[in-house]
């Protein structure tokens, strides 16, 4: 067990391009959350994933972000024609659903910079 | 809304010493998950303690210790006998369950140096 890893770890792109990251989640783990942290400030909840099912996205995610978890294994985070207010640390976090003792295990995050 | 307030966007402690990390946190849930993160520099954020909000006992995970206060919705970080490996921003976090999952709602971190 390698822990929650993210690709690619920084990019660098002009706004109004397309970009994608992804999260490979801890195996076995059924539950996966996108977050995003802006400099000096924490985490902020964008969506999250049961398995392959979408269960919930913030307000956040505007109609320009897609996320999706195929087979309920990896998750791609989509961000289409980027905004300069795009430019963040995009973390992922994964955990196994239990009864009390959920924990969120985080990824190092993919710093994205729009230019 | 429910939210996560850290007062101190900076602390500083010398190595050896005791220091307390403050965070209140607004809900009107009485059922709720309380956590302490820390993101060392460059690094993923580690889970350092979690309180359940029913429980009256305050959680301790060796050095680490909260003072919960659910009354004042306090939920101070108290890190004893610090250490260089301590110095991180911490973060603190608070679960809001959404169809069944843990939604963390986080404060603007504090963070901590550690002096040699």
């Known amino acids: 067990d390698t822990g929650v890893s993210q690709d690619p770890r920084h990019k660098i792109t002009k706004r109004g391009q397309n970009v994608t990251f992804r999260c490979d989640p801890i195996s076995e783990h059924n539950r996966l959350y996108w977050y995003r942290q802006t400099l000096g400030q924490g985490p902020e909840f964008l969506t999250y994933f049961q398995n392959e099912a979408q269960l919930e996205k913030s307000r956040l995610l505007s109609d320009r972000f897609s996320a999706e978890r195929p087979k309920g294994s990896f998750s791609t985070l989509e961000i289409q024609r980027t905004e300069q207010g795009d430019s963040a640390m995009y973390l992922c976090a994964s955990s196994l659903a239990l009864a009390a003792q959920e924990t969120q295990y985080f990824g190092p995050g993919t710093r994205l910079l729009v230019l | 809304a429910q939210t996560v307030t850290q007062s101190q966007p900076e602390m500083s402690v010398q190595e050896a010493e005791t220091v307390t990390l403050s965070c209140t946190y607004d809900t009107s849930e009485s059922d709720y998950y309380l956590f302490w993160y820390k993101q060392p520099p460059s690094r993923q954020m580690i889970l350092v303690i979690r309180?359940?909000?029913?429980?009256?006992q305050n959680a301790t995970e060796n050095r680490f210790s909260v003072n919960f206060q659910k009354a004042a919705k306090s939920f101070s970080l108290k890190i004893s006998d610090s250490q260089l490996g301590d110095a991180a921003m911490y973060f603190c976090?608070?679960?809001?369950?959404?169809?069944?999952?843990?939604?963390?709602?986080f404060g603007q971190g504090t963070r901590l140096t550690i002096n040699p």
């Open positions: 976090a608070y679960t809001l369950i959404i169809q069944g999952a843990q939604k963390l709602v």
């Open positions: 309180q359940e909000a029913y429980k009256q």
